[in-house]
Nanobody, 123 residues
Framework: QVQLVESGGGLVQAGGSLRLSCAAS????????MGWFRQAPGKEREFVCA????????SYSDPVKGRFTISRDNAKNTVWLQMNSLKPEDTAVYYC????????????????WGPGTQVTVSS
């Protein structure tokens, strides 16, 4: 079992940066692939990026590729999402999620979710 808590959200101007953190409980964090998803008002929750359990494989959705970076430190049970060149369309609640072993872009593949953190980008 893994419990996840996100932090680092807030209000930022377009072009700015934010760094989200996701702290995980449990001693088996290194066995989990991690993903970030986001949900804007009135929209479906969508895949943002993912990282495999060892941190060597990463995947990004097209809207964030080149602007966002996912990373993790298994010794600290933490995964981060560095968001640069933010745009108003990045405004959403951001969720981190965990699944055993292999990363996925599919929301339904993830077993554990954090409560989310709000990111608002003003124009």
């Amino acid at each position: 079992q893994v419990q996840l808590v996100e932090s680092g959200g807030g209000l930022v101007q377009a072009g700015g940066s934010l760094r989200l953190s996701c702290a995980a409980s449990g001693r088996t964090f290194s066995q989990y692939a991690m993903g970030w998803f986001r949900q804007a008002p009135g929209k479906e929750r969508e895949f943002v990026c993912a990282i495999d359990s060892g941190g060597g494989i990463k995947s990004y959705s097209d809207p964030v590729k080149g602007r966002f970076t996912i990373s993790r430190d298994n010794a600290k049970n933490t995964v981060w999402l560095q968001m640069n060149s933010l745009k108003p369309e990045d405004t959403a609640v951001y969720y981190c999620a965990a699944r055993r072993n292999y990363w996925s872009t599919e929301r339904s593949d993830y077993n554990y979710w954090g409560p989310g953190t709000q990111v608002t980008v003003s124009s």
